[in-house]
């Protein structure tokens, strides 16, 4: 059965992508998702730990990293995340 969680949107988005990266406003994520991002996730101190490519967090391990993308930058100032296929 196929995982069907918070997260499932996101990956849904990104394996329909053909590109090899993008970029993606905190807003659009949301939009994605369906819910606000954590406030943890919008700021620099804490948002490095929610936008990890660590498979022990939830929506790394059932959004993107099952996608088959991984986060290779965050920018905090213009609220964008940056995704790139492939292994990390």
């Known amino acids: ?5 918070k997260y499932a949107p996101l990956r849904r988005y990104l394996e329909g992508m053909q590109e090899p ?3 993606l406003r905190f807003k ?6 369906g819910s606000e991002l954590p ?5 620099r101190r804490t948002g490095w730990l929610w936008w990890t490519n660590e498979p022990s ?9 099952a996608a088959g993308w991984f ?4 920018d905090y100032v ?5 995704l790139a296929r492939g292994p990390r």
């Open 39 to 43: 406030r943890s996730a919008c700021r």
């Open 71 to 74: 986060v290779s930058n965050v």
């Open 21 to 23: 990266g993008c970029e």
């Open 28 to 33: 659009r994520v949301e939009e994605i998702i």
């Open 1 to 5: 059965m196929p995982y069907v969680g």
């Open 78 to 82: 213009n609220s964008v995340v940056y």
């Open 57 to 65: 967090r939830t929506q790394a391990k059932n959004g993107w990293l």
